[in-house]
Structures are given as structure tokens and as C-alpha cells.
């Protein structure tokens, strides 16, 4: 389909004379009709092969994204620590004290959380925490203090669905029989929620994690332009009006294979968490 | 009392983790910014705009490209810091024949590769020789083409033997080279990075002769002779050199160090700038111009580039097949106002299609302002095609802002003083290109950068058939008149020749330059031995930190 898409990777505002473009779709094979092409992209694929990448010369697509994906990947996994840190306890705290201010107000937050782009909030996290007070680096990537401020800015955007998520869920399961029956057997409120309501009610958060797990992995290319972070995200999105046709399929490829392991991972997860889910099956 | 110890473990788990952030704080309070330790350390922090397609000089082709080059690698000549004449550089002096046809270059005997191998006038012939093999497929090589034969070769019309190619090692340390034709700006063009040597060895070992996209750019392998060696790339977050202790002038370079950050977004390098991550930055959005005045007076900087902003006309298609519709077009926009009231960014109009003062010379104004002559060129055409207005015109540009925001001007222009309704059309980059190299337009957006400080890297531009014309104008005279202007050997007669060709330009009207660019920054008062040049090149070796004030 990239293919479709007019232009191709060697237009530059010099145009390249004939000869030259010749020299280059034949270097990368592009001469070929496309039906050979995808052969033997599959057949290097076969091979963990994902090809040369055109934007950056004399890097392998692979090598790149095995470069950039740690650094996603742990952006994701802070981020997902902040959001759980932040949105799980916000959202047990509003659903034991329904209609009240403990209620209120973190659900007013998070519904601002959930409004505010990270591209408002993440400009003036640097602004308070670096331009003024000078705590963090504003950008960049290099060690753990730049990952405060990237993971906190995308962390709150997905604690405020969090916080939601859990106290929809807790507040059903509150009201279940068993949650009575524990009530009426005098355990205290404590122990009501942790050992008996938090399971059945964090279950729509798991549904939550596995995209957003997803989501927080494959890399935001707002916040990564934002912090200037080496991530995934830009690859994605810059390959595709780079014409890099190799960085294009590689990286829709890394992530659908991404995807399904994931959704995977929750659905399993989901299971051992709700006997319902087990029985269904 | 379970829920009292309860509690208690929940206060517990409270304090340690605000211990723990608390410890992070401190960790990064205790790190000064990059700006700061700078001084000591050495380091220059530089702003790259983009990260650069390739760091091997035969198939670069960006500014990013020429910012990292220019430390890595060195030509015959270097530059001066301010003005950007021709300076030894491995080359210690050169003699010129009578004729301008025949340069000897005498290189010094204590010129090394980063590796501490001897740089020979052998590495330049082979240097010129892979830029030019049409297996390499490299989009600058016809930069060579001034090279007596190097043209036969480059086509692959004739092996390097039988063309003779003017680029002979008569001696280890004795390059002549021979042109095609005298071309008085021939040690500028030997600045640009296509002229820059490559080390045989590495290329060599790993086959990259004739082969783009092999790794011998990678830190680790990249061999140069420039005053900074390649220590560290990271595709996206940072270009690290260090200083090389085999260039021949090591003792003269005092900076230890230069990072290049490709940050592409123009808000996260101000920010970074204002948070002491950067000394430079490559530019600044025009939107935020008014705000760094008034904050940073002293660090923001207008300077002069050598750039033309200008829209093509499409010849080959009505209403642009007629002479009268372009020059209608031309007379209806006030460029004074455009730069005043638009852009704001210190741009100067262009009343020529070369910026004045290019090399010394100083085209007359042409491109005026004068709407009723606009409006009468325009009725003429219309009453002999028997309409009643012009048909709604494509304006075809890339998408941006600053683009959309010119586009939008001269729209209301032309409604003004013309009563055309222009459909203004945004393309993704790659898109428009595309769409512009294949003369599907009626008007398009364009720039020009110059390559070398002289009016031929403008005028070439308009020559028939030229791949960067895409306007479908050929005129003889013009072609002829640019040919005079390139190879002689008097300024004089290059001067007017060039005038000819400016004023071929403002009787045809295939194309329609709006304003001259500057290069906007900002630069952080430490940073010394940085001064404004046309092109934005600043030779490293004469850059330094230092705490006084800048002057």
C-alpha cells in the first residue's frame, strides 16, 4: 500500500537526475517489479531480515528498532507505574466514598487529566520542574533523571482513565453478595476491599491494560517530540512520509506482533483474576 | 486493630515512596545543566535541526549533514571564520595557472586520518574518483563536474583511465587538477562536502567503493581528517565528536568536544535552549519571535543566509503560457508588505532573483511593485481570450504554516488588486515533490539555498532543461549569458553577464521571487568565534567558550 502513496523515498527539492534514481531503486531493489519485491521480503523475513532502512543510511530497520524499543518500552513501563500508582487508589478511594469530596475531586481531576492533551501538560511540567526550578533535564534520554518528567506527563493521562475505570468497577462489585456476606462475617472495610471487592473490581482496568499497554509501548510520538526521547514512535510516524518503505513495514509489523502477544497476556491475565472468564470457556 | 496495622503499613508505604521520589528530585537537582558544565568540560551543545540522511560526504546532502561533516572531515582549502574566503587547509598553498584552467596544490606532509595514516594527494584522487562512479549513484557528484572529463566518466561513457579525468597525484604530497573551464569560484566550491576526501582503507575493508548505505560512517569505523573524530551516534538523540589529536592544527582547536542534537520540533529546541540543554539552536519559530526579543535580547540573532523564497510558474499551461498573466502576478504583490507585516522574521523582498551582495554582486531591483500596470497587463489578456475573469488558479506548497501563511498573503493580494481567486492547495512533502517534478502545478512554492557564495549557484537554476527549472522556460540568450558569466575570468564581465541573465528573468517571468532569507537563532553568549556568514558554515576550529560577555 506504501507504494501507492505518490512520491518515493529519493525525491528531494534537488532533483536527482534519471540516471542516479535508476542507480538508486536498483541499489534497493525497487527496480523490481513488486510482486518479486514481496518475496523476497518475505524471504528475508524468514531470516529475522527486515531489511535496510532508506531514511538512515547504513542502519538495518531491525537494528534500529532494537535500539528504540528499550527506550518505549521503558518509557511505557514507568508511565503504566505512575498511571496503576496514581489511578488505582484515586479510583478506590471515590468508589468507597461515593458522592462525597474524596470522590469529587479526583474524578474532576481525572476527567481534566483525561481533557488536558500531553501536549499542554508535558510543555509545562518542563517549564515548572526544569526552565524554573532546574530539577530535571528538559529532554532528552541519556539517564534516569530525563525519565521523570516523560513518564509522569504520559502516566497522568492514563491514570485519570484508570482512576475512572476502578471506581466503576469497584462500585459494582460492592454491591455483590459476597462483598455482603464478607461484610456480614465482620471482616473490616480493609480487608473487604483488598481481599475480596479489588480483584473482581479492577477487572475492566486489566481489559484497559493490554491496548494501553500497547499504546504506551508502541510509543507516543507527541511526548518523544515533546522530550526529544529516541523512540519508537517517530520511527512510525516519520517512515511514513519518509517513503522509508522497510522502516514502514518493520514497524507495523513490530507492533502487531506486539499486540497480539499482549492482548494475549491480559486475556490469561483476565482468567486467572475471574473464575467467570475461566467457566465461559 | 487490624485496621489500625493496616494503616500503619499504608503510612509506611506512603513515606517510602515519597522517600524515593524525594531522592530522585535530589538526584536531579544535583545535575547542573549542560550549558553550565560546558566551560569546564569543553563541550559545545548544538542544535541539528534534523538528524542527517547520510555522514558519508559522496552521498550527503543536508545542511545537518554539512554541520557534522565540516568537524569530521577537511578539503583541500578550509575556510575563513568570517568571511569564508579560502584558506589553507590540507593544502598549505596552491598555484594558479594564467589561463584559471590548472591549479597545483602543495598538501602538508603533517596532514593524518584520525587514525594517524598520512593523507596523501593519492586519497583525493581516489576521494573524487568514488563520488564520481556512476555505480556510487550520488546526487551531489555533478558538484565535479568542473573536473576536465569528469563528466565522460561520470555517464559512464568512459572508464577514469580513458576519460583522464584532470585529477592527477604527481607526487604523494602534489595534487593538480585541471577544469574543464576557468570557474573563478572554484576554491570556494572546494568547501562543500562533496570535495571532502574519504579514507581509502575503511572504504576498502568495507567494500563501500561503489556501495551506499554501508556501515563505515558508523562511530567506531568512521575514519575522517577533520579537527573532531566520530565518538558516538545515536539515530535520534545524539551526534558526539571529540577533538582528533592527529589533525594537523590540533593545537589551534579549542573546543574538546561538540554534541549535535537533531531535535526536528522547533518548540522542544527552544525549550531546550532556555534550559541551558543547548548553546545554539538551529532556528526559531516565527511565532515566537516577539516573546525572545523582549527575553532574550542579546542570544537572539538575525543573521543574513544566502536563500531565495520564491514561487515557479507552470509555462506549459494556461493562464502561465502567457507572458502578460506571470508579469500581472508579479507587479500585484507588494513584497515590502509581506515582509513587514507577515513574516516578521527580519527577511528582506526580493526585487531580484539573487540575493544582492552574493559574492559582490549587486543585481538591480526589477521585481516591483505596481498593481494598475498588474490590473492592465491582466485585462488585456482576458478581454483577447474573451473572458470575463480568470478562471480559480492552483497554489500548490508544501504543508506548514509559515508556508500556508505567505500563501494566504499573496491570495489576498491578487484578490485585491487582480480579483483572482487562487485555490491554495497543501501537499504532504513527498507528495508535492512529486507533484512539482512532474509539472502538474500552475503556481508553486519553492526555496533555494545557495551551495557556494556566488551568483552562479542561483542563476544555474533558470538554465534549459536544467532538472531544477521545472518551469518549462528555455531561452537561449539566457543560457548563453549564464555560460559567459560562469567562466570568465573578469568580474566585470561576469557582473554583467549575470545582470543579463536577472534581467531575462524580469522580462519572462518564469518564476517570482517573494523574499530573501535569514537565518534566525539563538545563541548563548558563551559560545565565541562564532560569527555570521552567508552560508551559517562556522569552521569549529575557531569556535571557543569563554565567560566574558560577548562584545
Excluded at chain 2, 152 to 175: C, F, P, R, S
Excluded at chain 2, 261 to 266: F, K, L, R, S, T
Excluded at chain 2, 527 to 541: E, I
Amino acid at each position: 500500500m506504501t507504494r501507492y502513496a505518490p512520491g518515493g523515498p529519493f525525491d528531494a527539492e534537488k532533483a536527482i537526475p534519471q540516471e542516479i534514481k535508476v542507480k538508486l531503486e536498483s541499489h534497493f531493489g525497487l527496480d523490481r517489479p513488486l510482486f518479486d519485491q514481496y518475496l523476497l521480503y518475505l524471504k528475508n523475513l524468514l531470516r529475522g531480515d527486515l531489511g535496510p532502512s532508506f531514511k538512515y543510511s547504513g542502519w538495518e530497520v531491525s537494528e534500529l528498532i532494537a535500539t528504540a524499543f528499550p527506550v518505549s518500552l521503558t518509557l511505557g513501563v514507568l508511565s503504566l507505574g505512575i498511571a496503576l500508582f496514581i489511578g488505582i487508589p484515586a479510583g478506590i478511594m471515590a468508589a468507597l466514598r461515593k458522592n462525597t469530596w474524596l470522590d469529587y475531586l479526583p474524578m474532576s481531576l481525572s476527567m481534566a487529566g483525561i481533557c488536558l492533551p500531553t501536549f499542554v501538560l508535558g510543555p509545562l511540567l518542563i517549564y515548572i520542574f526544569s526552565t524554573q526550578l532546574g530539577l530535571f533535564p528538559p529532554l532528552g534520554w541519556y539517564g534516569p533523571s530525563d525519565w521523570f518528567l516523560p513518564s509522569f506527563t504520559l502516566g497522568l493521562f492514563y491514570a485519570a482513565y484508570v482512576a475512572r475505570l476502578t471506581r466503576a468497577g469497584m462500585l459494582e462489585t460492592l454491591q455483590q453478595d459476597y462483598v455482603r456476606t464478607a461484610r456480614a462475617k465482620g471482616a473490616t472495610p480493609w480487608r473487604v476491599v483488598t481481599r475480596h471487592a479489588l480483584r473482581g473490581g479492577l477487572l475492566p482496568v486489566v481489559t484497559y491494560l493490554g491496548p494501553a499497554f500497547a499504546g504506551l509501548v508502541s510509543g507516543s510520538f507527541v511526548i518523544e517530540s515533546i522530550f526529544f526521547i529516541p523512540g519508537l514512535g517517530k520511527f512510525f510516524v516519520t517512515a511514513a512520509f519518509n517513503r522509508d518503505y522497510t522502516m514502514v513495514l518493520g514497524t507495523v509489523l513490530f507492533y502487531a506482533s506486539l499486540i497480539i502477544l499482549l492482548n494475549l497476556l491480559v486475556d490469561l491475565l483476565q482468567a486467572w483474576i475471574d473464575p467467570k472468564a475461566r467457566q465461559t470457556r | 486493630m487490624h485496621s489500625n496495622s493496616s494503616s500503619n503499613k499504608q503510612t509506611h508505604l506512603v513515606g517510602l515512596i515519597g522517600l524515593l521520589c524525594l531522592a530522585w528530585l535530589l538526584q536531579g537537582c544535583s545535575q547542573p545543566s549542560n550549558v553550565e558544565t560546558a566551560l569546564d568540560k569543553g563541550i559545545l551543545h548544538f542544535g541539528l535541526g534534523a538528524e542527517p540522511q547520510h555522514l558519508d560526504p559522496h552521498l550527503a546532502t543536508s545542511v545537518a549533514a554539512h554541520n557534522i561533516l565540516s568537524a569530521l572531515l577537511e578539503g583541500l582549502v578550509s575556510e575563513h571564520p568570517k568571511t569564508l574566503k579560502p584558506v589553507p587547509g590540507v593544502a598549505h598553498r596552491w598555484e594558479q595557472s594564467k589561463d584559471g584552467k590548472t591549479y597545483i596544490f602543495y598538501l602538508r606532509k603533517d596532514a593524518h586520518w584520525s587514525n594517524g595514516d598520512p593523507l596523501t594527494a593519492h586519497d583525493f584522487v581516489y576521494s573524487f574518483r568514488r563520488i564520481l562512479n556512476p555505480n556510487l549513484g550520488a546526487q551531489y557528484a555533478s558538484m565535479l563536474h568542473p573536473l576536465k572529463n569528469a563528466r565522460l566518466y561520470h555517464e559512464g561513457k568512459k572508464t577514469w583511465e580513458e576519460a583522464k579525468v584532470g585529477a592527477v597525484a604527481t607526487d604523494d604530497y602534489i595534487l593538480e587538477i585541471t577544469l574543464e573551464h576557468s570557474i573563478p569560484y572554484f576554491l570556494e566550491l572546494l568547501n562543500h562536502y562533496s570535495w571532502f576526501p574519504v579514507h581509502r582503507p575503511t572504504l576498502e575493508k568495507f567494500e563501500a567503493f561503489e556501495k551506499m548505505g554501508t556501515p563505515w560512517t558508523k562511530p567506531g569505523n568512521f575514519v575522517g581528517n577533520g579537527p573532531f573524530r566520530l565518538i558516538n551516534h545515536q539515530i535520534n538523540s545524539v551526534i558526539s565528536v571529540g577533538k582528533n589529536e592527529h589533525y594537523w592544527d590540533a593545537s589551534s582547536v579549542q573546543l574538546k568536544g561538540i554534541r549535535f542534537y537533531p531535535i526536528e520540533a522547533v518548540d522542544t529546541e527552544e525549550r531546550a535552549y532556555r534550559a541551558g540543554f543547548l548553546h545554539l539552536t538551529q532556528s526559531v519559530s516565527a511565532d515566537r519571535i516577539d516573546f525572545l526579543k523582549e527575553k532574550y535580547p542579546k542570544e537572539l540573532h538575525f543573521e543574513p543566509y544566502l536563500g531565495t523564497y520564491f514561487y515557479r510558474f507552470n509555462l506549459k499551461s494556461p493562464p502561465f503560457d502567457d507572458l502578460r498573466v506571470r508579469q500581472a502576478f508579479s507587479l500585484a504583490i507588494n513584497r515590502q508588505r509581506l515582509v513587514d507585516k507577515v513574516l516578521k522574521g527580519g527577511q528582506s523582498p526580493a526585487n531580484t532573483f539573487t540575493p544582492p551582495g552574493t559574492g559582490g554582486f549587486y543585481p538591480k531591483p526589477q521585481f516591483l511593485y505596481d498593481p494598475q500596470k498588474a490590473k492592465q497587463l491582466l485585462d488585456s489578456y482576458l478581454s483577447e481570450k474573451g473572458l470575463e475573469r480568470l478562471p480559480p488558479v492552483e497554489l500548490t506548497y508544501n504543508t506548514s504554516e509559515g508556508h500556508k501563511k505567505v500563501a494566504e498573503a499573496l491570495h489576498g493580494m491578487w484578490k485585491e488588486a487582480l480579483g483572482v481567486e487562487i485555490r491554495l492547495l497543501n501537499m504532504e512533502w513527498k507528495v508535492f515533490l512529486s507533484t512539482v517534478s512532474k509539472g502538474e502545478f500552475s503556481l508553486a512554492r519553492a526555496g533555494w539555498i545557495g551551495d557556494y557564495v556566488d551568483p552562479h549557484t542561483f542563476l544555474h537554476m533558470w538554465r534549459s532543461g536544467e532538472g531544477l527549472n521545472m518551469t518549462g522556460w528555455a531561452n537561449a540568450p539566457y543560457d548563453q549569458a549564464l555560460k559567459l558569466g560562469e567562466t570568465s575570468n573578469s568580474e566585470k564581465e561576469r557582473w554583467e553577464n549575470f545582470q543579463k541573465c536577472e534581467d531575462l528573468l524580469a522580462m519572462e517571468f518564469p518564476v517570482l521571487p517573494l523574499y530573501f532569507y535569514v537565518h534566525l537563532t539563538l545563541r548563548h553568549p558563551t559560545v565565541r568565534g562564532w560569527h555570521p556568514t552567508l552560508l551559517d558554515h562556522h569552521p569549529y576550529k575557531h569556535v571557543y567558550l569563554s565567560k566574558e560577555e560577548s562584545p
